[in-house]
């Protein structure tokens, strides 16, 4: 089991800045997949970013590229999310994730465990 506990969410105005943690503890030993997703009222839990399990690789959904920087810190078992540039689309709870599946990482089904979530408001 991998439990994980998302922090730093907030209210913030158009073109601000959030950076989203995710600390995982449990067994952790084994890396995972790791992504960010959100979901806003009345919508489906939509993907934003992933990293792999040896951070090698990153992959980020068109409406967040070049405005969001995922990352993860090995030694402190944490999940980062830089949110620069932030627009009112972005206004959602985000959903730290962590996985071993097979599935495409861009979907839920590539995730074994999910956080509780942390809400990110942009208004002015």
């Known amino acids: 089991q991998v439990q994980l506990v998302e922090s730093g969410g907030g209210l913030v105005h158009p073109g601000g800045s959030l950076r989203l943690s995710c600390a995982a503890s449990?067994?952790?030993?084994?890396?995972?997949?790791m992504a960010w997703f959100r979901q806003a009222p009345g919508k489906e839990r939509e993907f934003v970013a992933t990293?792999?399990?040896?951070?090698?690789?990153?992959y980020y959904a068109d409406s967040v590229k070049g405005r969001f920087t995922i990352s993860r810190d090995y030694a402190k078992n944490t999940l980062y999310l830089q949110m620069n540039s932030l627009k009112s689309e972005d206004t959602a709870v985000y959903y730290c994730?962590?996985?071993?599946?097979?599935?495409?990482?861009?979907?839920?089904?590539?995730?074994?465990?999910w956080g509780q979530g942390t809400q990110v408001t942009v208004s002015s």
């Open positions: 994730a962590a996985g071993r599946k097979t599935a495409p990482v861009v979907t839920t089904a590539a995730y074994d465990y």
């Open positions: 449990g067994r952790t030993f084994r890396p995972h997949d």
């Open positions: 990293i792999s399990r040896l951070g090698e690789t990153t």
